[in-house]
């Protein structure tokens, strides 16, 4: 089984709706309960910024300090993680438009918030992600991106590092300035990197798949994945080919792309394509609580993955779970995050819908930006 890692205390200042709180946790699951508006979602987020990243909001930094707060949120932990017990506390400084996040390791400054994937895992769902099979093939990307950049912390440095090549060749393209040697020197950085990208999802699908084969079924299937919209009938090639492959492409391509005002081709025209296994049915056609318990399928596969790769189990931050699930289905669900090992953040409106948890979880009533057990 995974070693366990655990918030044992979160600290908020002027987070949201928060002035001040504190969270005394011990290694157990978390249950919060409240009314709408109460600020679970809230706690949820601030535990989510204990991740590279801008949190499971994706929120603007600004908007994340309480209103009316003379400065910058911040967000203190106590963790046992990977490296034993850890102190980190996150915020931000500066003002308006240049606001960044800073992140501190036991009272020093890191360089990178990156370095929190030294310490702990996070993964999340929340009902934003209710419409992922139906919506933009983007969200689907940046969730894919997100699994592989839970074990492979290179793919995220790449994916920003293409981008930004990629936004170098269009700005050239379109004021038609087909300057060879440039042209060609950046598509190269694309072709590198963007077949490298395609690579670390192949192999992060490769690897849920072989997860599943070796799982037992539950009420949450894992469903079938396939990438498509990027060199899809030749992923199995060796890179180099690939990379000749892509860098043709971008360079019969220029006259085109100059056209559309962007590059047609690459890692970020790729589409997760999910199917339900069983029924042999796109998730995008399954019903609402078919995709539902899609959803928590993979969720729980890639957790079990992270634990299985790494050796520790991840913090799961799962926002109103529990809500759409039949009493069967939600002590089934309880079961499997904790035979999972981790910690993890449920929040629910009725405490009694947890009840199923016992013993096995620390329950609080949130109550407007204020946490009581
Ligand atoms: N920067 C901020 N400053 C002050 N309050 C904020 C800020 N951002 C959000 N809020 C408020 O925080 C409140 C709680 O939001 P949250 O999403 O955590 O609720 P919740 O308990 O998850 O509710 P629900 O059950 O409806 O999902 C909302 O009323 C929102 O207006």
Not at 95 to 104: F, N, P
Not at 304 to 333: F, K, S, V, W
Not at 351 to 360: G, P, T, Y
């Amino acid at each position: 089984m995974a070693q366990k890692i655990f918030l044992s205390q979160l600290k908020l200042s002027d987070f949201r709706n928060y002035a001040e709180a504190t969270l005394p946790l011990d290694e157990r699951h978390v249950v919060l309960t409240g009314e709408n508006g109460a600020g679970k979602t809230n706690l949820m987020e601030a535990v989510s910024f204990l991740s590279p990243g801008r949190g499971l909001r994706r929120a603007v930094l600004a908007d994340v300090t309480r209103v009316g707060a003379e400065a910058g949120f911040s967000v203190f932990a106590k963790i046992e993680g990977m490296e034993g017990e850890v102190a980190l506390g996150t915020g931000i400084d500066g003002e308006g438009e240049a606001q960044v996040r800073r992140l501190r390791i036991n009272g020093t400054p890191a360089k990178s918030t990156e370095e929190l994937t030294d310490h702990l895992a996070v993964l999340w769902l929340t009902p934003a992600m209710d419409g992922l099979f139906t919506g933009p093939s983007a969200d689907r990307r940046r969730f894919l991106d997100r699994l592989v950049l839970s074990i492979d912390p290179a793919h995220g440095r790449r994916a920003s590092d293409f981008e930004r090549a990629m936004r170098s060749r269009n700005r050239l393209l379109s004021e038609g300035r087909f300057d060879p040697s440039w042209l060609s020197a950046i598509e190269t950085q694309m072709a590198g990197l963007g077949i490298a990208m395609a690579a670390a999802r192949q192999e992060m699908l490769g690897l849920l798949r072989n997860l599943s084969a070796a799982t037992e079924q539950t009420p949450f299937p894992s469903p079938t994945l396939t990438l498509s919209g990027f060199l899809d009938e030749t992923a199995d090639r060796p890179a180099a080919d690939l990379e000749d492959l892509y860098l043709d492409m971008l360079r019969e391509s220029r006259g085109r792309d100059a056209a559309a005002g962007r590059t047609l081709d690459g890692p970020h025209r790729s589409d997760l394509l999910v199917r339900h296994r069983e029924k042999d049915m796109d998730a995008g056609r399954c019903s609402t609580g078919e995709q539902k318990a899609l959803l928590i399928g993979l969720v729980l596969a890639h957790a079990r993955l992270t634990a299985n790769m790494t050796g520790y189990a991840p913090i799961l931050l799962l926002d109103e779970i529990a809500a759409h699930l039949d009493e069967g289905r939600r002590a089934a669900l309880f079961d499997l995050i904790h035979e999972l090992g981790g910690q993890a953040f449920m929040t629910g409106t009725d405490r009694s819908m947890f009840s199923a948890l016992a013993e096995r979880a620390q329950f609080f009533t949130v109550e407007g930006g204020s946490i009581r057990p």
